[in-house]
């Protein structure tokens, strides 16, 4: 069954820390896409990947980092992390959107203290 | 600006009454989708639909690019209807994907 799963779900950080966002999908899919989800902004692309190598900034890149080290798994990095940052984070997988819709992951609830 | 436009907001209905939310795009479409998100978080897909109409039990989306605009009605709505309803456009021009704000649909038994 077709799959993204993300973890962790929920996660508490310190501000100035580190924190990685992992994303897992079985649906072989070539592209995946970060997504943080904002009262009042929607979702908003943050990274995205064409493929195992490749990461592409969204359009709103900035204090994010991002790693697809394979075709299943792609990881979001806040390197120094900021309550700014505190959102619901949403991954997701697809084939490019011409004719398949896309999967979404469940969101990681990040709050930055 | 905003590339997606989603109306109304928020909407309140009475279980059985219909609903029509729309979806407004700025930019040349390649994708529509409209998605369900539960109260807990979770994205449901409700249609693939870049052109025409499609049809899934009480819900039908009509995407009209000509008119840049996508809609999705429900049919005698019920309680458990209720959540928040986006739409996602891809453009033709990127590969990305751009969600409006969403609508946020209360239904009240």
């Known amino acids: 069954e077709a799959a993204v799963t993300q973890s962790p779900r929920n996660k508490v950080a310190v501000t100035g820390g580190k924190v990685t966002l992992s994303c897992n999908q079985t649906?072989?899919?070539?592209?995946m896409y970060w997504y943080r989800q904002d009262t009042g902004h929607g979702l908003r692309l943050i990274h995205y990947?064409?493929?195992?190598?490749?990461?592409e900034k969204g359009d709103i890149p900035d204090g994010y980092k991002a790693s697809r080290p394979s075709q299943e798994n792609f990881s979001l990095i806040l390197e120094l992390a900021t309550p700014s940052q505190t959102s619901v984070y949403f991954c997701?997988?697809?084939?490019?959107?011409?004719?398949?819709?896309?999967?979404f992951g469940e969101g990681t609830r990040l709050s930055v203290l | 600006g905003q590339q997606v436009q989603q109306s109304p907001a928020s909407l309140v209905l009475q279980e059985g009454e219909n609903a029509e939310l729309q979806c407004n795009f700025s930019?040349?479409?390649?994708?529509m989708q409209w998605f369900y998100q539960r109260p807990g978080g979770s994205l449901v897909s409700l249609f693939y639909?870049?052109?025409g109409t499609k049809h899934s039990g009480r819900l039908t989306s009509t995407t009209v690019i000509k008119e840049r605009r996508s809609s999705l009605h429900i049919s005698s709505s019920q309680t458990t209807d209720s959540g928040t309803y986006l739409c996602?456009?891809?453009?033709?021009?990127?590969?990305?994907?751009?969600f409006g704000t969403g609508t946020r649909l209360q239904v009240l038994p």
């Open positions: 997701a997988s697809g084939t490019g959107y011409n004719n398949q819709a896309p999967l």
């Open positions: 649906n072989n899919h070539n592209n």
């Open positions: 990947s064409y493929g195992a190598g490749s990461t």
């Open positions: 930019t040349s479409l390649n994708s």
């Open positions: 639909n870049p052109s």
């Open positions: 996602a456009l891809a453009s033709s021009n990127t590969n990305k994907v751009v």
